[in-house]
């Protein structure tokens, strides 16, 4: 989606949080926002909706949406996020193993791929179409949502160690405390011994 420069963002509502699917229960959304995988991963930018809209999503960190999960306006309202379809290749295997040896050598390309229990799914690419099939692989071109693995180091896991890093600083800072306090006490202790 192409934007002018000049758009004034402070107009658009702004979507502040987000649900993950499921947890908005029964709460209708008001608008949806049809988004490539690429699109769904996002912190800060304007989002065009299906009727034309466009809401500017404003989150303190970035995030991987899921399709059904839910923005978050200001006011409330909810926008339902739908995994737009792309054009992707099916990648079959003969069995579990070989599909794990096909997964490998798609990792070792750094290409987004998502993974299943039977099959492997990547956007198209004739080179890689190519080399698979060379490895025994059935590749059918099928037209879904692409769903890739998230990196390791993407969203929630820097958050949490962020979170455990505070935590360890604050429990040594807490520590000190008490061992300085013990130590000040034991320290006035002998003192008022020397004075008798």
């Known amino acids: 989606m192409k934007l002018n420069l000049n758009t004034d963002f402070t107009k658009f509502p702004r ?5 993950a699917a ?6 209708p959304a ?5 988004l490539a995988h690429d699109e769904r991963h996002l912190r800060r930018r304007a989002v ?4 034309g809209s466009k809401v500017l999503v404003d989150l303190p960190e970035p995030v991987a949406l899921n399709d059904g999960d839910r923005l978050v306006l200001e006011d409330g309202r909810h926008v339902e996020i739908i995994a737009a379809p792309e ?4 990648i079959r295997a003969r069995d579990g193993v070989h599909l794990t040896e096909l997964a490998w050598h798609i990792g070792n390309r750094h290409l987004a791929a998502g993974i299943e229990a039977d ?6 690419d004739h080179v890689i179409k190519a080399m698979l099939e060379g490895l025994g692989a ?3 071109e099928v037209s879904e949502p692409f769903k890739p ?6 969203g929630g896991h820097d958050h949490g160690h962020a979170h455990a890093h505070s935590h360890a600083e604050a429990h040594s800072h807490a520590h000190g405390e008490s061992h300085s306090h013990s130590h000040s006490h034991s320290h006035d202790d002998h003192h008022h011994h020397d004075h008798d």
């Open 119 to 124: 099959r492997i799914v990547i956007l198209r």
């Open 149 to 154: 693995v998230r990196g390791a180091y993407s």
């Open 30 to 34: 008001f608008a949806k926002a049809v």
């Open 48 to 51: 065009e909706l299906t009727d």
């Open 22 to 27: 499921g947890e908005a229960g029964a709460a």
């Open 138 to 140: 059935t590749v059918r």
């Open 15 to 19: 979507a502040v949080s987000v649900l």
């Open 87 to 90: 054009e992707v290749y099916d």
